[in-house]
């Protein structure tokens, strides 16, 4: 069984400032602890304007612990 976690440039990790470094040390840091990159996406919402917003699905094997 699988399980999912969704980070987006609004996650706690980039504390409010995005950039590709960030990213690479969170994606390294998920990646120490069984994660993968499984998706990479970006929404856009169009209402008073237009805004983009990257999302990553990150997926790793469950444990049976349920950790």
Do not use: C
């Not at 504390?15 to 990646?31: I, M, P, R, V």
């Not at 805004?51 to 790793?60: P, S, W, Y």
């Amino acid at each position: 069984m699988l399980e999912y976690k969704v980070l987006t440039q609004r996650d706690k990790a980039f504390s409010g400032k995005f950039d590709f470094n960030t990213l690479e040390a969170t994606l390294n840091s998920y990646a120490a602890e069984g994660w993968r990159l499984a998706e990479s996406i970006v929404a856009s919402s169009v209402w008073k304007s237009v805004n983009a917003e990257f999302v990553l699905i990150l997926e790793r094997e469950k444990s049976a612990s349920g950790q």
